[in-house]
T-cell receptor
Framework: EAQVTQNPRYLITVTGKKLTVTCSQN?????MSWYRQDPGLGLRQIYY???????DKGDVPEGYKVSRKEKRNFPLILESPSPNQTSLYFC???????????FGPGTRLTVT | AQKITQTQPGMFVQEKEAVTLDCTYD???????LFWYKQPSSGEMIFLIY??????QNATEGRYSLNFQKARKSANLVISASQLGDSAMYFC??????????????FGTGTRLTIIP
């Protein structure tokens, strides 16, 4: 089954404790992206990747890191999480940026 | 900077009526694409329809159509014969070329559609 998986689905953590949210797709897509969704603000792109080893900043990259060492995986790293990073995070992939994006189920992160 | 504007935070529509969800965009790039996604209360994001800036005809997918008016920079989603299952948040999004030739996606803030029986 074609899908994008994210783990964990829910995470409660404390300020400053490094965390990684994993994202994996099984569709051989080149384009992958991370978004955060906050009430009233819609989805905002954090980082995206056009292909292996090619990443670029979206609209809200501060406080986040990504890597794309393999085509299927695109982890999101929060080196020192802060409460303002409490949000719902989505990973998505598509064949290219002009094709429809397949979204993961979302990760609800709470930073206390 | 590229921008997507959805001016209707919420809409209530009677079942079986047609619905138009507004989306305006701003970009100086001549090549761009516009997407609509649906997010039901369960949270998943569902792709609905896509329109490229050079496409000659308005995109249609079943009950969904995109009213693309390039001169007005609008890309409104039209849902014909609305159903209770159409109640959801709807997002308009745009693909643009960034300064370095890569491509990022910008989403609007969304419109929450409620279908009334």
């Amino acid at each position: 089954e074609a899908q994008v998986t994210q783990n964990p689905r829910y995470l409660i953590t404390v300020t400053g404790k490094k965390l990684t949210v994993t994202c994996s797709q099984n569709m051989n897509h080149e384009y992958m992206s991370w978004y955060r969704q906050d009430p009233g603000l819609g989805l905002r792109q954090i980082y995206y990747s056009m292909n292996v080893e090619v990443t670029d900043k979206g609209d809200v990259p501060e406080g986040y890191k990504v890597s794309r060492k393999e085509k299927r995986n695109f982890p999101l790293i929060l080196e020192s999480p802060s409460p303002n990073q409490t949000s719902l995070y989505f990973c998505a992939s598509s064949l290219t940026s002009v094709n429809e994006q397949y979204f993961g189920p979302g990760t609800r992160l709470t930073v206390t | 900077a590229q921008k997507i504007t959805q001016t209707q935070p919420g809409m209530f529509v009677q079942e079986k009526e047609a619905v138009t969800l507004d989306c305006t965009y701003d970009t100086s790039d001549p090549s761009y694409g516009l997407f609509w996604y649906k997010q039901p209360s369960s949270g998943e994001m569902i792709f609905l329809i896509y329109q490229g800036s050079y496409d000659q005809q308005n995109a249609t997918e079943g009950r969904y159509s995109l009213n693309f008016q390039k001169a007005r920079k609008s890309a409104n989603l039209v849902i014909s014969a609305s159903q209770l299952g159409d109640s959801a948040m709807y997002f308009c999004a745009m693909r643009v070329l960034s300064n370095f030739g890569n491509e990022k996606l910008t989403f609007g803030t969304g419109t929450r559609l409620t279908i009334i029986p």
